[in-house]
């Protein structure tokens, strides 16, 4: 009963929080989750009895078969290759993968930051990954690190991504991209979200200033909309608000502008492609999504889920269309990594039992010809503390027996990989290809076949959360309710 009510009043907690828009983050994805019952839908979840001596044989299968990682800390460049080692096993695993998912269970994770920054690293230098794309806005990450060069890499980081990782563990990765921008294979930085986030789009690389004007108005009116309950207002103004992005379309494809485009970002040939599909993003959103981000706060006061259901799956499909346009159009020879959470980046999201979302989510809707040239990694922690989207600090529950997170602390490591991929299924290894306990946030209960979601996983024994870099002038800055 302990659990089932920690539950309810985690998710509740988190949901109200994304819909009526409040967060330490101004750039804020916040994780929104829904109660116990969602139309009708139990994700109450319990986890089939198994004996002690099942869990003992997978156990010590984990203990003979895991890879143990020396370290999680990025790696300082100018110590060479070796300091990579321990993660020497992945290139046999991704030799033939083109897309390498980066997932977490939560966004408030500061090993997750830096065990994904030192993987990055490791990728981009001995694999050649050269594009690193965020769960964050694409116009925001292609903006900012067009200046990566120019700028601290605290504002690109600021600029470019989503406020829940605005944080000390994640700022070696933001060195790390300004470094890389003078060496022969530069790390190149971009997004596949649709939301909005600060700082909005405020025009300067227009060189119609009425336009620029016009748009930044159009911006804010969105975003406020976005966060508010008035329907028929927005509808009233949505095709003004629409013929601006058509105009600022537009504006940035004649020939005047893209003369002002690369003086402004000299080191950016593609920016401008990427801004146009910014902004038809933006269309979209106004067309489509901010009346289901409306109604979903709308239907949470009177108990109607179904919109905010809509609305994520909504969410999922354009990031899905935006990182398969990434790879097909803009950089259509690059390798990429992707960093998202677990939620997103599942293989068969709709299978899991428990989990707040049960529609298909972004890496469910990838082709099969993806899915056999991409690798999921998904992070869990064991135990410690996590942090959620408002900045709240949480405890990680103990793992159950038999859990995922159980079976793989008993291998004794701090830094725990193992392959689900590669697995011929065995007694010692069963545990993942049936269903299994994995805590999402390192508290909720979710029921799913491991092997089915995830390529492979990282345990990290002991987490904290992250050390983070608010900033008081941006969260004065509006902006909409993102729902994770």
Not at 344 to 366: C, D, F, N, W
């Amino acid at each position: 009963m302990m659990l089932r009510n920690t539950k309810r009043a985690f998710t509740i907690f988190l949901l109200t929080a994304s819909l009526v828009g409040v967060s330490l983050f101004p750039a804020g994805n916040i994780y929104a989750s829904t109660p116990d019952t969602i139309q009708g839908q139990v994700t109450e979840v319990t986890m089939a009895r198994t004996s002690d001596e099942k869990i003992a044989e997978w156990e010590n299968w984990a203990k003979d078969h895991v890879y143990r990682l020396d370290t999680i800390q990025p790696a300082n460049t100018a110590n060479g290759t070796n300091q990579y080692k321990d993660l020497a096993m992945l290139k046999p695993l991704l030799h033939d993968k083109r897309i390498v998912f980066l997932g977490e269970s939560s966004h408030g994770v500061a090993e997750f930051n830096l065990a994904k920054t030192r993987l990055i690293q490791f990728l981009h230098q001995e694999m050649g990954y050269n594009v690193l794309a965020f769960e964050s806005g694409l116009g925001n990450s292609s903006l900012s690190y067009s200046l990566s060069g120019q700028r601290s890499a605290e504002q690109t980081m600021k600029d470019s991504i989503f406020g829940v990782w605005w944080s000390k563990e994640i700022l070696p990765l933001f060195d790390y991209i300004k470094k890389a921008r003078t060496s022969e294979s530069p790390l190149i930085l971009t997004g596949f979200d649709m939301q909005l986030q600060y700082p909005l789009f405020d025009g300067q690389w227009l060189k119609d200033e009425d336009v620029a004007k016009r748009l930044a108005e159009a911006e804010q009116k969105l975003s406020d909309y976005s966060l508010g309950t008035d329907l028929a207002a927005y509808r009233k103004e949505k095709n003004q608000l629409i013929q601006v992005y058509n105009d600022a379309i537009k504006s940035l494809k004649t020939k005047a502008n893209e003369t002002h485009l690369k003086q402004l970002y000299p080191d950016n040939p593609k920016l401008s492609m990427l801004l146009e599909r910014s902004l038809n993003d933006r269309i979209r959103v106004a067309k489509e999504y901010v009346e289901l981000s409306i109604e979903s706060t709308l239907g949470m006061e009177s108990g109607d889920y179904a919109p905010f259901l809509e609305s994520m799956e909504w969410r999922d499909q354009a990031m899905h269309d935006n990182l398969m346009w990434l790879a097909t159009e803009v950089y259509p020879t690059e390798k990429f990594i992707v960093w998202g959470h677990n939620d997103h980046i599942r293989k068969a999201q709709t299978e899991v039992m428990g989990t707040p979302y049960p529609i298909s989510l972004m890496g469910e809707k990838l082709s099969e010809e993806m899915k056999k040239y991409s690798y999921v990694l998904g992070l869990y922690p064991a135990s410690g503390q996590t942090a959620d989207n408002l900045g709240n600090v949480h405890d990680v529950l103990p793992a159950e027996p038999g859990s995922i997170e159980s079976i793989l602390s008993a291998a004794g490591s701090p830094y725990t990989f193992v392959d689900l991929r590669y697995q011929k299924r065995e007694a010692g290894n069963s545990w993942m290809f049936e269903p299994r306990y994995a805590y999402s946030w390192g508290m909720i209960p979710e029921s799913l076949i491991a092997r089915d979601q995830y390529d492979g996983i990282l345990l990290i024994d002991d987490v904290n959360p992250p050390q983070y870099m608010r900033s008081s002038s941006a969260s004065s800055k509006a902006s909409v309710p993102a729902e994770e």
